[in-house]
């Protein structure tokens, strides 16, 4: 249901792109992100998309760095990862959850209860 792709080794202050392609849902209002998982560390949101208002929101962590897009036509989710950090290295998944609901709340629990999960893509960023 969810096929995420774009991870890869970087340098501090470089850039990469995350896609998340999403298939087979019932409905056309759905909630999608990106969640992150570091080494020894919990699961955390980056940034979660509402598709019935385009509704946006993103980890402080992130504000200003990283930018969340959809392609309706495509259901295909970006995430534009730029000025990297060291910190920014994890394991980075994509995540949806059907109908109505608020990417906040998605976002701060980490994604916590969500409806489909895509395989994970490992982003390094390298000092």
């Known amino acids: 249901q969810l096929q995420a792709s774009g991870g890869g080794l970087v340098q501090a202050g470089g850039s990469l792109r995350l896609s998340c392609a999403a298939s087979?849902?019932?409905?056309?209002?759905?909630?999608i992100g990106w969640f992150r998982q570091a080494p020894g560390k919990e699961r955390e949101g980056v940034s979660c998309?509402?598709?019935?208002?385009?509704?946006?929101y993103y980890a402080d962590s992130v504000k200003g760095r990283f930018t969340l897009s959809i392609d309706n036509a495509k259901n295909t989710v970006y995430l534009q990862m730029n000025s990297l950090k060291p910190e920014d290295t994890a394991v980075y998944y994509c995540?949806?959850?059907?109908?109505?609901?608020?990417?906040?709340?998605?976002?701060?629990?980490?994604?916590?209860?969500?409806?489909?999960w895509g395989k994970g893509t490992l982003v390094t960023v390298s000092s």
């Open positions: 995540a949806a959850h059907e109908g109505r609901t608020d990417p906040e709340i998605w976002t701060i629990v980490g994604g916590m209860g969500m409806d489909y």
């Open positions: 087979g849902f019932t409905s056309d209002d759905y909630s």
């Open positions: 998309i509402s598709t019935d208002d385009g509704n946006t």
